[in-house]
């Protein structure tokens, strides 16, 4: 009766929770569970979003990040990179912008990070374009809502920077929404935990494999070739003396 | 209440209020997504999706079909986009685009609630609505 009961609950549960869902495209090798090598770069303020950012059709203009977020902004940024290559086989190098217009080629960098109003305050919070193929240059571009109160940690009011970037990082690497309760890629914000968990990890690991560890630092002491050299010394002259 | 965000949305979305989503709501109405289709206004090409209108909660329209403006292709994949698929129904929490006149938007997964025409969360809504 017991057993049954609880065979019920895991039916009812996985039939309300969906597993990761994958977006489109993802970096590096289109073949699943390889790595990437990503370059990411901060906007400046100017450089032109084009129509990107505006809803009446004009040509508008990107926030640098360091205009509407708190100082130590930065470092939550990355955090967030962090945060997945810590997981999964991605390296992510920062780069120079050059402040180019949105989506055109050459590109100061792969994933370039900027703000824009977007709704006012609450609603979205951020947007993100999914990895290549994606339009000209504009795949795995984050923009900021810069109406948002950014703040870093959770509590009090405001959105906390690292938990939105990770989770449109995500995006901008290639996972979709997931109904999975507790899980960074469900589409509402939330501070009930921090990051990625079990079920985004296991879809970024899917996409791009797992993380390329370093080996510990000498695990193994080994030996100085000095050591070598007079313990081979001392053996040699004890056999030497045994066989004598 | 609870959001009942749809698969096919991505981005980051902040919690969205009952009060919020009654008062930044124009029209509040079931309906029925029937499909989009490419429409050219003022020289400008919009996506537009067709909502088949068959209970009015909030507000008043001229015609059972009303209209709401949807991603374009052309944008790219962009996470905050909302994609609809035919035959969805449930309650419409409707915008108005500002520059559009009739055509209405959607920019949160809460302004979609799938339900049926007699479910839980219509009825909420109409003793929502009649006690504000």
Redesign the interface.
């Known amino acids: 009766m017991k057993s049954s009961f609880i065979f019920v609950l895991l039916l009812l549960f996985a039939g309300v929770s969906n597993a990761y869902v994958l977006g489109s495209g993802k970096w590096g090798a289109p073949t699943p569970g390889t790595g990437a090598v990503i370059t990411w770069s901060l906007m400046g303020t100017g450089t032109s979003c084009k129509t990107e950012c505006t809803s009446d059709g004009s040509v508008g203009s990107f926030t640098a990040p360091s205009n509407f977020m708190p100082s130590g902004f930065k470092t939550q940024l990355e955090r967030a990179f962090d945060a997945w290559s810590n997981v999964a086989n991605l390296t992510f190098i920062e780069k120079t912008d050059n402040n180019e217009d949105f989506d055109t080629v050459p590109s100061s960098s792969d994933i370039r990070i900027g703000g824009h109003a977007l709704d006012g305050i609450g609603s979205t919070l951020a947007h993100a374009f999914f990895p290549p193929p994606n339009r000209v240059s504009a795949a795995g571009d984050v923009h900021f809502d810069v109406a948002e109160h950014w703040k870093i940690g959770f509590g009090g009011s405001g959105v906390d920077i690292f938990q939105v970037f990770v989770h449109e990082l995500g995006h901008a690497l290639g996972l979709s929404h997931t109904n999975v309760p507790n899980s960074l890629m469900n589409s509402i914000y939330s501070e009930s935990f921090s990051g990625p968990q079990a079920d985004d990890i296991a879809g970024m690991q899917f996409l791009y494999g797992t993380a390329i560890t370093e080996p510990a630092a000498n695990p193994v002491p080994l030996p100085s070739s000095l050591f070598l050299l007079i313990s081979g010394m001392i053996s040699l002259r004890f056999f030497k003396s045994k066989i004598a | 209440m609870l959001?009942f965000?749809i698969?096919?949305?991505?981005?980051?979305?902040?919690?969205?209020p009952d009060e919020?989503l009654q008062s930044q709501s124009q029209l509040i109405v079931y309906a029925q997504y029937l499909g989009d289709s490419v429409i050219e206004i003022d020289n400008?090409k919009f996506n537009l999706g067709i909502l088949n209108v068959s209970k009015v909660l909030k507000g008043q329209i001229s015609s059972a079909f009303v209209f709401i403006k949807t991603p374009a292709p052309s944008?790219?994949?962009?996470?905050?986009m909302i994609f609809f698929k035919s035959g969805q129904s449930g309650l419409w929490f409707l915008k108005p685009v500002?520059?559009l006149k009739g055509i209405y938007h959607i920019?949160?997964?809460s302004q979609f609630q799938q339900t049926t025409p007699s479910g839980d969360i219509v009825k909420y809504w109409q003793q929502r609505l009649l006690n504000p």
């Open positions: 959001i965000a698969e096919s949305t991505m981005a980051s979305w902040a919690q969205m919020r400008k944008q790219g994949l962009r996470s905050d500002s520059n920019s949160h997964p």
